[in-house]
């Protein structure tokens, strides 16, 4: 049994799954504040400062212990130079959706503007018809001489 096939087991319990919920979000956000902080380059004790708070504080949302505040996450960003962004996933889902609907209706307005320009072509091509001049001893139309 895979790791997949464990969890959709266990999922099965609604208390498991609300649990292990809690615990992949906690878990999540705790990695987000850890991996921040160090592309930052600032230690527990200086976002501390930084949102005036305690440096325990600071691990024990890292350490995900609790899940932390939006409040708690929005100083972090401030402090951070960032800013927080909270979405439900299946947004994610939806706004790749609407891009390729997107996508789709860019590409069939092109084809009708290209269809557009074609028919007038066309209609400009039946408006003024191209007229040759007949030369001196040119071919005529009927596949004679002219002379």
């Known amino acids: 049994m895979n790791l997949n096939e464990l969890k959709k087991e266990l999922s ?6 609300e ?3 809690t615990y ?4 999540e956000i705790s990695q987000m504040i850890i991996e921040a902080r160090i592309i930052k380059g600032i230690t527990q004790k200086n976002l501390a400062e930084m949102i005036h708070t305690k440096q325990s504080g600071i691990a024990r949302a890292e350490r995900g212990i609790s899940l932390p505040s939006l409040s708690f996450l929005n100083k972090i960003a401030k402090a951070l130079s960032t ?3 909270v979405r439900f996933s299946f947004m994610d889902d939806m706004k790749i959706k609407v891009n390729e609907k997107s ?4 590409q069939s307005e092109k084809r009708i503007v290209t269809n557009q ?3 007038a ?3 400009d091509f039946a408006c003024n018809p191209i007229t040759f001049k007949a030369e001196p001893n040119s071919i005529s139309d009927t596949g004679g ?3």
């Open 117 to 119: 320009n074609s028919s």
């Open 12 to 17: 099965k319990n609604q208390k498991v799954k």
């Open 83 to 85: 800013h927080l962004n």
């Open 19 to 21: 649990e292990f919920e």
């Open 121 to 123: 072509h066309n209609l």
């Open 103 to 106: 996508q789709n209706t860019l």
């Open 145 to 147: 001489v002219y002379a």
């Open 24 to 27: 992949d979000l906690t878990y």
